[in-house]
């Protein structure tokens, strides 16, 4: 099988696709793509994905370990039958083909999905259960549709977890079998500041993360402690900050997380007949010309005149959004990536990057039943390199109908989440700057020169250390750069202070272009409780424009123990 690494070394890029098979066709449109059907906006009801439901404990058993990657390659990691805490709880997730709508005007699709869902069930954890995952592959190895590979790994981005359970581009499992990974749920070195909230899993096999993903292979994994607690709003322990959000149960008996809604972002194109298409050669990061909330087209949600949560999270190959309310009203973001902020930071608008996250609090309160106000993204971006700028009025992509009224025991406290170990605290343990440089080269993507290779190992942070980073990008190119395993304070972008969005920890950060340069903060963690071990071994980073990390834009660190 010939993989884009191969095309890229034989110099076949978009001359010789029609000798690849089906996998590698280009689908039916070329540069100059004849737009997507016409869709009308704002006739389906925003889907919520349901809750994954735990099942009975189950024996853990071996990694494959022999499944074949695109490149030959197979897993680094195999672990064996794993020791896991009492009080672990169990879950069995099928990734397989299903059925779906995208919108009514459009024909039934076939999307890979978790339980054959786009986006798959949302996890909910409580900080200290811990989740023992088993994801079994049941993607079909003929699939006419030609997006995607039947091969996985499946990283929990942003996530503190084992190497093995990282989701290492190399640990894949193929059809046919699975792959149990464990989750801790535990904050880095069990410090509160560094409790998660917004996480999310996706595919990561490599060379073919992009399509898996654009074809439906990603979904939520939310985790909450005493302090952002899953009684949320109606909390009445001390510690709770009881922002938006509590817990109900549905007539089905199913459990519902209510005014406290995740949105994935995605953009997406369809042939003239509308079936989803995908450009397998466009190495600069696809853009679809479709804007998708939770899987379907510019759909609408009925809300209540109070406070919402919103986890808006960017799971588009390559594009980045600004979102606008389109009757002027401010968000309160409070927090970025996967951490709650200090403090909440009141915004006109927000930018969001691929994988970047970013939760808002919307009030409706002062609204009158009847209003529809909208979601807007008024930055264009035409190619993969970066976004053009912002246009007015833009693209309205999300409709709230204010229809009824509730009652709203939540707040928004002034601190969120203090930081007790921030850069003040840090920078003494800092004992090595390294500069990384994200630039293209021949067509594909290198850092500090060089391509991918799982022989070569681009740094070897101390465990419990510290280390400052500059990561530069040429070209004016734009790399949402993401690191695994750690969370990072950004010290300075271009020289000056960060922007109050990029105050908090991130784990992905945008470069390139007029955002220029950042100097970040690395903090390594010390050990792992739930299962007590060193933190140490391999983990990757890499752009996040997924073409781009595909084309191998990523690189490796491995934590000495
Ligand atoms: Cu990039």
């Known amino acids: 099988m010939f993989t884009r690494r191969d095309i890229l070394k034989a110099g076949l890029a978009g001359s010789a696709y029609g000798l690849l098979g089906p996998a590698f066709r280009r689908s039916a449109f070329g540069d100059s793509l004849p737009p997507s059907p016409a869709t009308k906006p704002f006739v389906v009801e925003l889907p919520i994905a349901p809750l994954a439901k735990s099942v009975a404990p189950f024996a853990t058993r071996a990694d494959p370990g022999n499944c074949v990657n695109v490149d030959g390659t197979t897993a680094f990691h195999v672990s064996g039958p794993r020791t896991v805490p009492t009080n672990t709880e169990f879950f069995l997730i099928h990734e397989r083909a299903a059925p779906h709508s995208f919108h009514p005007s459009l024909p039934p699709n076939v999307i890979w999905g978790y339980d054959g869902m786009a986006p798959g069930p949302t996890f909910l954890a409580r900080s200290g259960t811990p989740s023992l995952v088993r994801f079994v592959n049941d993607l079909p190895t003929n699939d006419p549709v030609g997006i995607g590979e039947p091969i996985s790994a499946i990283h929990r981005h942003g996530g503190f977890q084992f190497p093995e359970d990282d989701g290492y581009p190399l640990d894949t499992f193929c059809a046919g079998q699975s792959r149990d990974y464990f989750y801790p749920n535990e904050a880095d070195d069990l410090q509160e500041q560094n409790e998660h909230s917004t996480l999310w899993y996706h595919d990561h096999a490599i060379d073919i993360t992009g399509m898996n993903v654009y074809r439906g292979l990603a ?59 995908f450009d397998t050669f466009d190495h600069n990061g696809f853009l679809g010309d479709k804007f998708l909330v939770n899987g379907v087209v510019q759909p609408f949600l009925k809300v209540a005149r109070r406070k919402y949560r919103f986890r808006c999270l960017n799971g588009s190959n390559a594009r980045n959004y600004e979102f606008f309310l389109s009757n002027g009203q401010p ?88 930081v007790t170990e921030g850069p003040q605290q840090l920078l003494p343990k800092v004992t090595v700057q390294r500069t990384f440089d994200f630039e293209r080269s021949d067509g594909a993507w290198v850092i500090n020169g060089e391509f991918f290779d799982e022989n070569r190992i681009n740094a070897k942070p101390k465990r419990d250390g510290a280390e400052i980073w500059i990561l530069k990008s040429g070209g004016g190119w734009v790399h949402p750069v993401h690191i695994h395993l750690t969370e990072f304070f950004i010290l300075s972008r271009n020289g000056s202070p960060p922007p109050p969005l990029e105050r908090g920890r991130k784990d992905t950060i945008v470069i390139g272009s007029d955002r220029g340069d950042v100097k970040i903060l690395l903090p390594l963690p010390a050990n792992f409780h739930a299962v007590p071990r060193p933190v140490a071994g391999r983990f990757v980073f890499h752009c996040h424009n997924i073409e781009h990390e595909d084309m191998r834009m990523m690189a490796q660190f491995e934590v000495q123990p």
């Open 219 to 277: 979904g939520f994994f939310l985790n909450f402690d005493r302090v952002d607690s899953i009684a949320g709003e109606l909390d009445t322990g001390a510690a709770a900050l009881r922002l938006p959000g509590r817990m109900v149960t549905l007539p089905s008996g199913d459990q519902f997380r209510q005014f406290d809604v995740p949105l994935v972002f995605q953009d997406k194109r369809f042939d003239q007949n509308g079936f989803l298409a």
């Open 331 to 418: 968000f309160v973001a409070i927090a970025t990536d996967s951490h709650l902020l200090e403090h909440p930071v009141t915004v006109k608008s927000f930018r969001i990057a691929p994988a970047e996250r970013v939760e808002v609090i919307i009030d409706f309160t002062n609204t009158t039943l009847g209003q529809e106000i909208f979601l807007v993204n008024r930055l264009e971006q035409t190619d993969g390199r970066k976004p053009d700028g912002l246009v007015s009025p833009g693209t309205q992509i999300l409709k709230f109908v204010v229809d009824r009224d509730a009652d709203d025991p939540s707040r928004v406290p002034d601190t969120l989440r203090a």
